[in-house]
């Protein structure tokens, strides 16, 4: 027997998503891995809103990379920064990955500013990486090539939510387009809009974009069995 589930945000009902049959052992894949890094913005920083006012942003008790570091034994990196676009986190980070043993890399990125459908002249397969656009769409592939270069099995999340100026389906469609051509397993969105995993701690109002704590967790669980259901796609995770 298969088993469905669909979430609700207020009074509005999503769309039904199979997760799997009642007879289906859960399994976590990501226990494989020594060491994953999370690179992101502040859905991976796990940024918690307590209010209306961002100065008021923290972030959660335990982040989503610490929940999932939980979850698998594994070393977690958390590499992320609230409000980074792709080019910001390349920018940021890009001196600060290293070579790590049976590693994975989990980037959520391409929620602030989105990306463009430029893949093929921003990032050129026939250039150096190095030489690639400092563009969302070309950073976005320089991490992943860096990456790579480092040894990572690569996770792309797609995105659930992005800037006003962007394109959810465009951004989502290149991330796609990223995966195939660098091989690396694609996942997401992964949403759940239920506002209890939204609300402020004092539950006078919500956040529609973060999770508050128990959303990070949430979503660290979630995305394990999301992974760990990918199919024929799972292949390009597989350790050394």
Excluded: M
């Excluded at 809009?193 to 669980?221: C, I, R």
């Amino acid at each position: 027997k298969e088993v469905y589930i669909r979430s609700k945000w207020v009074n509005d009902w999503g769309p039904w998503s199979k997760i799997g049959s009642e007879d289906q052992v859960p399994c976590d894949v990501l226990s494989a891995f020594t060491n994953i890094v999370c690179v992101g913005d502040s859905l991976t920083e796990s940024a918690v809103w307590v209010s209306n006012d961002a100065a008021e942003v923290r972030r959660a008790h335990k982040t989503y990379p610490q929940v999932l570091q939980t979850i698998t034994g594994a070393t977690v990196t958390n590499l992320s920064k609230g409000g980074d676009s792709a080019s910001d986190s390349w920018n940021r980070w890009e001196n600060t990955f290293v070579e790590k043993d049976n590693a994975l890399a989990i980037v959520y990125l391409g929620t602030n500013q989105g990306l463009t459908d430029t893949l093929d002249t921003d990032a050129p397969a026939a250039d150096p990486y190095t030489d690639w656009a400092e563009t969302n769409t070309g950073c976005y592939a320089k991490i992943i090539a860096r990456l790579q270069e480092l040894g990572y099995k690569v996770l792309l999340i797609k995105c659930w939510i992005v800037s006003t100026s962007a394109s959810l389906e465009i951004t989502n469609n290149v991330i796609e387009q990223v995966g195939t051509r660098f091989g690396c397993s694609v996942v997401g969105p992964i949403i759940n809009n239920e506002v209890q995993y939204h609300y402020w701690p004092n539950h006078n109002g919500y956040n529609v974009t973060h999770y508050n704590d128990l959303g990070y967790s949430w979503f660290a669980h979630r995305l394990c069995d999301v992974v760990a259901n990918l199919g024929e796609n799972l292949k390009y995770i597989i350790p050394e």
